[in-house]
């Protein structure tokens, strides 16, 4: 699986973006689950928000419900993030990832289980 990230840049507190994550190859590959994991500075991954392929439901993490929305155009080839009210403890690099794996007692929420990633796009977040 291809993937690479784009849309990244710098927005104030409260406001929005849209990232985009082109990608191929993921029937080849039978991928089960697409997701947008960040890094902020000095912490660990985490994954934000997550999509199971085979019926595109998507999936979010606590800190981000409700405020961020994922979804993908199947023609193009293109996952999304649209984020919401940002705040500056959000800025983070932000990576596109897909897996094959199924999600037995909500896996898809750990960044080990994705083996595919893309390149990551800096999100910074001001006050």
């Known amino acids: 699986v291809t993937l690479m990230e784009s849309g990244g840049g710098s927005v104030q507190a409260g406001g929005s973006l849209k990232l985009s994550c082109t990608y191929s190859?993921?029937?080849?590959?039978?991928?089960?689950?697409m997701a947008w994991i960040r890094q902020a500075p000095t912490k660990v991954h985490e994954v934000v928000a997550a999509?199971?392929?085979?019926?595109?439901?998507?999936f979010y993490a606590d800190s981000v419900e409700d405020r961020f929305t994922i979804s993908r155009d199947k023609g193009k080839g293109i996952l999304y993030l649209q984020m919401r009210l940002m705040q500056p403890h959000e800025t983070a690099i932000y990576y596109c990832?897909?897996?094959?794996?199924?999600?037995?007692?909500?896996?898809?929420?750990?960044?080990?289980?994705?083996?595919?990633w893309g390149q990551g796009t800096q999100v910074t977040v001001s006050t």
């Open positions: 190859g993921v029937n080849r590959y039978n991928t089960q689950w």
């Open positions: 990832a897909a897996s094959g794996r199924t999600s037995i007692g909500g896996m898809w929420s750990t960044e080990t289980f994705y083996t595919g």
């Open positions: 999509l199971a392929t085979g019926t595109d439901s998507p």
